[in-house]
């Protein structure tokens, strides 16, 4: 174990530690644009230079090895003159376009300009020009003139979506990234470009000149498009969701997220949102108050009782499932399921289980019990009503059939369906998972906080108020008032979260209490 | 004065144009030293090597015979030689004498050093601009592998080696040697940061020993005729002989293998060369190759032996023993142009200051030297050099940017007056003349202030 010495500052770390990585255990941080924690050195862009006791010359500290006794100098004027030097190449043929460049507030280059940097270049000639807007598919653009030649997208594209589709071509000050071969990028990971690159060169088609990201408003979430339960920050700007950017979590997702998942939060601004509960009244369902949506949901449902089966979302957070859960126990009814859903997978992050909250479903229990109907055989079962909570059947056409022989059928969700308009007889409108508060449990059995990055549309309710409500019935002090206080109770009752509170679980997550359904990996 | 040359590695060679077959090679004692060395342990023929003093013939000097101890032991890897004959420093073409006339001097050095460092299988990447020389050394190789000196038995001791042939495309960077190592695994020619050394991970992460042509063909000698023998040239700085090419405005631009302790540069450039061409007096020489600071005409510069100790001490580099000879009539400022405009286009891109530096260095010379510069554009050039590099600056990840700017401090440093008169509209003939033959693709970026 190296100890040196850090700007005045003892660390003691690791053999094979790099001195911008013991910097970083200092809180400090050297300047770098081609080093990346997540991929291999290169080396090239000079930034991190460092100054080093006992060394002629500046090194750079991405790549030079802490041994023992170094003394390590990061603010010095020599390491600070190295750098300004550096910074001043960057610049001499990169555009000043900043005012109309989507990273602008994001960018590197302008974060060390501004800190390292002058504010004049003593280079007076014209510049460099290359390709300004170069299509690298539908999701990625690509303005080589702002390219900084890191290559931290060619060395994703190789070492962690291991899809070689990216390669420098030309040389010197003419080099240009290139997808290989003319084509376009392919990969379902090709997104996190956009992210590693620290200038504005490669830009998200979906967000580029939607905002300035200073304008935004940033949440940290969790991603639903699987049960990987990818770590997000959530932009959104007058009450929009704008884009999902994968945020750190060594213990999910690292520093990625799929491409699929990045666009999950379009589900947001769907045309087709429920804003308002609704009741079927002379075959047609028009919109009621919620009082009285609630009132025939829960006399539907006591009707129904334990002939009810109840199709109950594994799109829904852990505490939604657990009072779902009890709302079933309630009324007695054995004859529980989810849904399952496909996605993509892949060694990666993806999972194939469309499901956020898989893992969580199981763990609560929600699987046809003794002598209970399924989603497979429930039309067959001779049942007396159904509830669809997050779920509906829109691709199973025979079993929105078997739903319109039922005496009730209600309907939670957050969207429109077919079922929904052919079959229910109560629709109270939920929440997508970037409207509200809650937990998911993932694939390896990590219990994670979601958080709601915009406001709901109209007057739909968190499905976790919905099923508290409908669970305390006509006993007002059981309505949950805010979402912690439904996991808490969960956490009281399920030996997987015990102990766990929202806050505990933090922006990081924690492993559920018990062996973990340990299974896919990272 | 007479010129003495010192024929040791080119000895019996045949004249240029002219490749020495195999039966030529062993009738003059060649694959004598092969079949010693495999009587010998590799440890043997390493400390013999490491005895003689050999340093790198590819410019840097660094002790061959110590570069071979870097290999580590017992990785489970195999360990690989790979050759360096891209020879693509501007005035150099020495190693192209052993690749065209005496190919199989070269493959017995690299199987000796196949032998002494544990691999079994060498790369000889040659300069794509040498297709004469390719044929040569494959020629070679495929007579001494049907002559069992290399396979699968080599001269039926057991042992197995091979060497391939691996032609360059034309990049000077793929003459750097971890450069050289990307080019030859199918990349682009990118040098590679340190560590790892090659000698830990070079060729397909493999530990590699990477060698010039000309250290390599020394090996054969050293093991046939002992450290001492070998030792009788050269001195304790440079022990050996060493391949010097000399073009540029001389009589008799040549090659020639002197005893570099008892040869100065003047007689190098004034005996062995002819001395200056048309009548003309001397004015500037670039020792080392096209990388290394420039002399001028002064005594303390050229009366100097021609070790890499006496040169440096004169204020340049033998490197790789390029002369480069410039008469009276040379306008530095053209020279220099000529010069960045060769490292802008053959920097490789990958570090920032050599991307961007050795565009800014061109276009600053060419500024100058089109009439457009500003007395303060000199200094600018010379402290614009410092921002890119200079010797042992370690500002990037190969020395190319500091190979630009090695020259140009050095020809502003002892020709500032020829850019001055550039400044001012001035200069010799040859240059003003050239000058007026302006090509459409300077002026094209022949411009002042911009923005």
Redesign the interface.
Known sequence: MPKLTIDGRSVEVPKGTTIIQAARQLGTDVPHYCWHPGLS???????CLVEVEGM?????AC?T?CSDNMVVRTASDKAKR?RA??M???L??HPLDCPICDQAGECKLQEYSFRIGNDRS?????K?HKPKHVKFSDKVMFDAERC??CTRCVRFMDEIAKSDEL??S??????EISVKRGGELESPYQMNIIDVCPVGALTSQDFRFKSRVWFLESTHTVCSGCSRGCNVTAGARWNKMLRLIPRENAAVNKWWMCDEGRLTYTDVAAADRLGAPMVRKDGRLVEVSWDEALAAAAKGLAAAGDDLFALISARLTNEEIWLASKLCDALGTPHRDTKPRAFGKDDLLRTGDGNPNSAGARILGVAPGKGGAGLANFASQNLAGAALFGEDLDDRPEAIAALQKLAFVLVVDSRESETMRKAAHVVLPGLTAYEKDGSFTNVTGRVQRIAPCVRSPGDAWPDWKILGWLVAGNDRGARPKTCAEVFARMAAAVPEFSGMTHGMLGTAGLDVRSAAPAQGSV | MSAVEFPRLLKGAPPIGKRQTLAEYEANGGYQALKKGLAQTPDEITKMVLDTGLRGRGGAGFPAGRKWTFVPKNTGKPVYLAVNGDESEPGCFKDRQIIERVPHLLVEGAILACRAIGANTAYVYIRGEYPIGIRCMEEAVDEARAAGYLGDNVMGSGWKCDVWIHSGAGAYICGEETGMLSSIEGGRGYPRIKPPFPAVEGLWRSPTIINNVETIANVPLIVRDGVADWKSSGDADTPGTRLVGVSGHVNRPCHIEIDPAKTTLREIIFDHAGGIWKGRHLKAVIPGGSSVPVLPNKPEALDVPFTYGAVKNAGSLAGAAGVIVMDETTCMVDALLNLMEFYHHESCGQCTPCREGTGWLEKLVHRIWAGQGRMEDVDLLDRVADTVGGAGAGKTICFLADSAVMPTKSFIKHFRADFEAAVRGGGSPVYLARKARIDRKHASHAVGAAH
Request: aromatic share 6%; with cysteine; proline share 5%.
């Open positions: 050195i290169a080396g090239n862009c000079r930034i002629p010359t500046l090194q750079i790549n090895q190295g030097d550096v001043e190449l960057l001499i043929n003593r280079f007076d000639f014209p460099v900084i030649l390669d420098i030309n040389r010197g000050d003419r080099n």
